[in-house]
């Protein structure tokens, strides 16, 4: 479990620590809860940098979270496909891949002709914004329609940082209950969609019910779509790709309408700050670019 985000602190929730002698409190959760917040903090600054950086090149990032072997990469694999079949070639792909371990996701996309950069968090259990950052000296994002941040699997971490992105999608597999909304409603109350992955399954799953999942979903105030979907046998693959390809169109809209002052000297979305310069694979680990 990551150090920084409070998933392996206790004492986050603990009761305050005993105050020493000159009143002052003895570290303990005060400490811990600062630090959090700093890292937050800085986190949303880099995310904006980050944000900055997509709209510039136009391009529409969507981060994928769920838990793991929800169907995350099988998803994009599939979308893959999918899209390469619209008019025209579709938009132009490009995957950020965050895991534990191993490069087994990105070559699985890489094998797709798409260019996929992987990150091994070795045990951080989320992406943050500075990774990304860095990953962005790997992808050419000029050349790029629409980029996919595959977040590592986990239903709670994940959820409380910005990575600079778009739009966030949450992937709940019939396997892994109905109720899972509930349970983890920091992530589902902000997702802006809601994909009930292996449907292929539901026949032979008498428990799971997707309009319990999409309740409970509502529950949280959320009013995101929220519908089932199949890497194995395409069900409602066509309704994402739409999803999808509607997004990429609304951002390219919203971002041709941008003041042409904002536009020109860069105070949109208060990230353009410090924009003045270029992550290209050529600069790759120069460690000039810091935000
Ligand atoms: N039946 C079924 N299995 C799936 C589907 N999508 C993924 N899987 C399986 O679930 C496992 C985990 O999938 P993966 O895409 O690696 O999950 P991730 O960890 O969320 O990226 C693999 O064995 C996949 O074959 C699906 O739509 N239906
Ligand atoms: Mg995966
Ligand atoms: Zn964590
Ligand atoms: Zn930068």
Same mark, same amino acid.
């Given at each position: 479990?990551?150090?920084?985000c409070?998933?392996a ?13 000159d ?7 005060t ?20 944000r ?33 079949q ?18 087994n ?17 070795g ?35 994940p ?5 600079? &992105?778009? &739009?966030a ?13 509930a ?5 589902f ?24 999942a ?11 779509p929220?519908f ?27 971002l ?14 208060g990230?353009?700050?410090g924009?003045g310069?270029a ?13």
């Open positions: 479990m990551c150090q920084s409070g998933c602190s206790a004492s986050v929730s603990a009761p305050p620590h005993p105050a020493t002698a009143g002052a409190a003895a570290g303990g959760p400490r811990t809860i600062d630090v959090r917040q700093a890292i937050l903090a800085d986190n949303d600054r880099i995310a904006a940098h980050n900055a950086h997509f709209d510039a090149a136009e391009v529409l990032v969507v981060n994928l979270m769920s838990s793991p072997g929800a169907g995350k990469t099988a998803l994009l694999e599939a979308t893959v496909g999918a899209l390469a619209r008019p025209g070639g579709g938009p132009r792909l490009a995957v950020i891949e965050g895991d534990l371990e191993t490069d996701d990105a070559r699985r996309i890489r094998a797709r002709g798409v260019p996929a950069v992987q990150i091994t968090t045990g951080a259990c989320h992406l943050d914004a500075t990774m990304i950052h860095d990953a962005l000296d790997d992808l050419d994002l000029a050349a790029l329609d629409l980029l996919f941040i595959e977040n590592v699997g986990n239903l709670v971490c959820a409380g940082f910005d990575l600079g &992105h778009h &739009h999608v949450a992937l709940l597999a019939t396997t892994e209950g109905d109720d899972k909304p349970k983890y409603p920091v992530l109350r902000t997702v802006d969609l809601v994909l009930i992955s292996k449907a292929d399954l539901l026949p032979y799953l008498d428990d799971f019910s997707t309009q319990r999409e309740a409970a979903v509502r529950a949280l105030a959320n009013e995101a929220v089932p979907t199949s890497a194995r046998d395409g069900t409602g693959l066509q309704g994402w790709i739409d999803w999808l390809v509607a997004r990429v169109a609304q951002n390219r809209e919203a041709a309408s941008r003041p042409v002052d904002a536009a020109a000297h860069g105070h949109v979305h990230g353009r700050e924009l310069h992550h290209r694979p050529a600069a790759r680990h120069a460690g000039a670019d810091r935000p």
